[in-house]
């Protein structure tokens, strides 16, 4: 219960400020006030503190979402139930007051406002409202305790009588059990009996009265050992309709539901499928379903139990005598109902007499009642409610993702209030599966991958996550990753996906900071040109798909190399190695692979060069643009080439071949270039031309 | 500022005024709200664009604004201009154009006064 001394807070949403200021002021010194200049941020509140609003003055006309709408939204969230309306606007047209009204508004208040008038009509609501609440938790409990205290009183009452009859109280609790149970498994596969629940906790307490009309039937007869003659039968049988006079003479309650279910029972319990039963001869479904079932189990129980008449027969002989018609005729989908339970028929029962207490199902119970009068929550209820929510809001604050959450029932996505930092969006957006509404945010491909992700997720694996580039606010486009659960609302039949819950962080830092390692991986960190690891599986891959297109695979390097280093120094060497690298790149096509795999050795593989004399001018070329001076240094290169697919299929041999053409050419005296010939006699060209 | 005579200026009776707003620094404040809001500007926007669904509505705005603080001549006209413009009949732009200028006639002679 809300102290005395805390301020109660009440939301004002109008459009204009003027008006928004002039009930503050009227209101403020009882109250606490929070605005809200229109319908979105009006709902946004709501949400963040549905527990705490006391009263809502919401104006009618504002721009993009109306007073109606913030009605609706309400509606279908059920705050209208908790959180009185009363509406301000100075529109006085009947049609709009009507409509008001229908929403379930409290008052009506118009404009000009009179502070007197103001202060009192919301007071008088504020107070009408608490009281309900208080109300409807007191009425709660007192339900629970009654419905204990009749099972309790029935219990007693049947007891005694059966006593009387030489039986125990014990027959008294089974046939309530077996009822119980033949009526859950006549509401699971019989729906056109309409088996709520309350029917059967008020069915089953009832047939604890079925023998009650026993009480007038002389004992001699009620407890002889043998069996009756016709006359005592015939007396016997009058048990029926006397217990159903009983009822009927009843001074008070006389129209109870209970008292017409015992009724039903008593008179009915003996009538038979075929009509063949006493008192009235009733056939097939004239005969109330409560009494069919009572009928039922109460043949069952006799033939289980011991009478004076006869022993107690088993579970197993029990049914087969009653399957066999044995017994008396009984409603077909009733039989069936008891050939399904009739496994564990003998377990239950005595498993549910040890606690003959709760003989209906209590939860799902007041679940029925509940839905009958919607959803309510109390007060306890929605403190934890409250609770939760602060927490929940103080750690989405501390952490710098967005997370977000999406409902099904109002297709709304409401984001933690991050986002408007990180994307520049409003915290809530409305009609999100209509795509224009993400203002451009992610690309439809992207868009309709995710709803693939949540529309597949299942009770079993709700969870999914996937990767994908966001605009953010300063409009640069970076790689997040969205990782989200679904929530289902699960009963025993289906299940329904009502909420999306979820996180998006940005991982582009590690996405880039990936690819540039990727990349990395690749060169050779001096030149920049293809490592050789890398090399060869680019030029494998382009082998193995172009299988008819030619190519060249040429391998140099520097000459005496060594010597160059000793005079100059290796850092000399390394930036003439960086030079001859460039040029490389410069004198290659970008379908062309270059590639640094030895020290100062190079490759170089062309694409579709088809002819020896365009591979000799190439190499020529090659050798002229890279002997070239470098820091006034002349230097020279030996060239081998290796022609694909004559020289070889795969890279490994092509590589070989180029190496044996190198090598002859460093045999010949260097500065030159020598073309593999496979017959072992090689080719070569020889270039002596002096560097530039 | 002479809350009196301008009031008076307007033919409305300050004592009602008083009566409701209670005090005479919270009137104060309430019509340099007033003076300071937007809705006029909408009022013209629309008028401009010939847009009748936003000039109904910031018509109705003002018409609220103005009964708040007891501007009886301006509330009048902007009453006039919205039941006029309420329902989807087609309208009659001289019409229109009329009570529109009695609107914003209204509502410069309050500026006026007031500055």
């Known amino acids: 219960m809300e102290s005395m001394v805390q301020k109660k807070t009440i939301l004002i949403v109008d459009d204009a400020e003027l008006n928004r200021c002039v009930l503050a002021d009227i209101l403020q010194e009882d109250y606490h006030i929070v605005e809200a200049s229109n319908g979105k ?349 602060t927490k929940y809001q103080f750690l989405t604050s501390i952490s710098d993702e967005v997370l977000f959450e999406y409902d099904f029932n109002t297709d709304a996505v409401t984001f933690s209030d991050r986002c408007q930092a990180e994307f520049s969006i409003p915290t809530i957006i409305t009609d999100f599966l209509k795509y224009e509404n993400l203002q451009g945010k992610l690309d439809q491909q992207a868009f309709e991958k995710l709803k693939e992700h949540v529309f597949n997720s299942s009770p079993e694996s709700p969870t999914f996550q996937m990767k994908l580039l966001l605009t953010k606010a300063d409009g640069a486009k970076e790689w997040y990753e969205i990782i989200g659960r679904t929530l289902w609302a699960v009963d025993s039949q289906n299940s329904q996906l009502y909420s999306c819950v979820g996180r998006i962080s940005n991982i582009h830092r590690q996405t880039m900071e990936g690819k540039r390692l990727e990349t990395l991986a690749q060169k050779d960190s001096l030149t920049n040109l293809y490592n050789q690891f890398s090399a060869k599986k680019l030029i494998t891959q382009t082998l193995e798909g172009s299988q008819d297109s030619p190519g060249v695979m040429i391998l140099f390097d520097l000459d005496n190399f060594r010597a160059l280093n000793e005079q100059n120094g290796h850092l000399f060497g390394d930036q003439i190695l960086k030079h001859v690298a460039r040029l490389t790149e410069n004198n290659i096509r970008r379908m062309d692979i270059a590639a640094r795999v030895g020290g100062n050795t190079f490759l170089i593989y062309l694409r579709e060069i088809a002819s020896e004399e365009i591979t000799m001018m190439y190499c020529r070329m090659l050798s002229v643009a890279l002997k070239q001076c470098y820091q006034g240094l002349e230097y020279t290169i030996s060239i081998g080439a290796s022609v694909f697919p004559q020289n070889g299929p795969t890279y490994e041999e092509l590589f070989t071949h180029a190496s044996e053409a190198l090598h002859t050419s460093k045999h010949n005296g260097k500065n030159c270039f020598t073309l593999y010939h496979p017959d072992g006699s090689m080719r070569y060209a020889f270039q002596g031309a002096a560097p530039e | 500022m002479d809350l009196q005579n301008f009031y008076k200026a307007i033919g409305v009776n300050y004592n009602t005024v008083l009566r409701r707003l209670r005090r005479e620094d919270l009137i104060e404040k309430y019509l340099k709200l007033f003076l300071k809001d937007q809705t006029f500007i909408l009022l013209a926007e629309a008028k401009e664009n010939g847009d009748y669904q936003q000039l109904f509505g910031a018509a109705h705005t003002i018409k609220g604004l103005a009964l708040n603080l007891e501007l009886s001549p301006l509330a009048d006209a902007a009453s006039s201009l919205t039941e006029y413009l309420r329902n989807d009949t087609p309208k009659d732009n001289t019409i229109v154009d009329e009570k529109y200028e009695k609107l914003m006639t209204e509502y410069n002679t309050i500026r006026n006064l007031l500055q």
């Open chain 1, 41 to 389: 941020e009006a709902i946004e509140i709501l949400k963040k503190n549905d527990a705490s609003i006391s009263l809502i003055l919401l104006d009618l006309l504002m721009p993009e979402m109306t007073g109606f709408d913030v009605l609706a939204i309400m509606q279908k969230n059920h705050w209208h139930e908790t959180i009185p309306v009363v509406i301000i606007s100075s529109e006085n047209s009947a049609e709009y007051i009507e409509k008001s009204y229908e929403f379930g508004v409290v008052d009506y208040i118009s404009r000009p406002f009179d502070p007197i008038i103001v202060t009192q009509r919301v007071k008088n609501t504020i107070i009408l409202y608490s009281k309900q609440k208080e109300l409807e938790s007191l009425v709660k409990e007192q339900v629970i305790e009654k419905e204990s205290n009749n099972a309790l009183m029935i219990n007693i009452l049947s007891t005694i009588v059966e006593f009387r009859n030489g039986e125990s109280g014990l027959h008294v609790i089974r046939i309530r059990i077996i009822t119980e149970i033949l009526m859950e498994a006549l509401r699971k596969r019989y729906q056109e009996y309409d088996m709520a629940e309350s029917h059967i906790a008020l069915i089953s307490n009832a047939a604890a009265l079925h023998d009650i009309g026993k009480i007038e039937i002389p004992e001699e007869i009620l407890n002889k050992p043998g069996k009756l003659t016709k006359e005592e039968f015939e007396i016997m049988k009058t048990h029926s309709a006397l217990g159903a006079g009983m009822l009927d003479n009843l001074r008070f309650g006389n129209d109870e539901e209970l008292v017409k279910y015992a009724r039903q029972i008593c008179r009915w319990h003996h009538e038979r499928w075929d009509g063949n039963g006493y008192p009235d001869h009733l056939k097939e479904d004239e005969i109330p379903i409560a009494a069919q079932i009572v009928s039922l189990a109460d043949v069952y129980d006799a033939l289980v139990s011991e009478r004076v008449y006869k022993p107690a027969y088993s579970h197993e002989k029990a049914i087969e005598m009653i399957l066999n018609g044995e017994c008396g005729m009984f409603n077909p989908k009733l039989i069936e109902c008891l050939k399904e339970v009739s496994d564990h028929l003998d377990e239950a029962v005595r498993l549910r007499s040890k606690d003959p207490g709760h003989l209906f199902n209590v939860n799902q119970l007041s679940q029925e009642l509940v839905q009958k009068k919607g959803v309510k929550l109390s007060d306890k209820t929605l403190f934890l409610l409250e609770q939760e929510r």
